[in-house]
């Protein structure tokens, strides 16, 4: 199983960043692989969920409105598309799920809001 993120960086507020999750090592269809942030001595929260299908979102309360969780069971691949962006965002972003009935991760992407 892997789980790899990109397109994370430096933005300033109220600018807008996509990052990416490329999936492989098991079938994309049947599992959930959510959105996730970190920042230096907190828990990890969870941002944005979606269904298998992608037809079903759910969202982080403080990014509502602004972050949108996408997917696309063809390229195997989720999304999000973050607007808006704010100083709080500031974090490493994960995508992760629950995959042969463990914890998945990827390796993080750092997304900082700056001027």
């Known amino acids: 199983v892997q789980l790899v993120e990109s397109g994370g960086g430096l933005v300033q507020p109220g600018g807008s960043l996509t990052l990416s999750c490329a999936a492989s090592g098991f079938t994309f269809t049947q599992y959930v692989v959510n959105w996730y942030r970190q920042t230096p001595g907190t828990e990890r929260e969870l941002v944005a969920t979606i269904t298998r299908a992608g037809d079903t979102a759910n969202y982080l309360d403080s990014v509502k409105g602004r972050f949108t969780i996408s997917r696309d069971n063809s390229k195997k691949e989720v999304y999000l598309h973050m607007n808006d962006l704010k100083f709080d965002d500031t974090a490493v972003y994960y995508c992760?799920?629950?995959?042969?009935?463990?914890?998945?991760w990827g390796q993080g992407a750092q997304v900082t809001v700056s001027s």
């Open positions: 992760g799920g629950v995959i042969f009935g463990r914890d998945y």
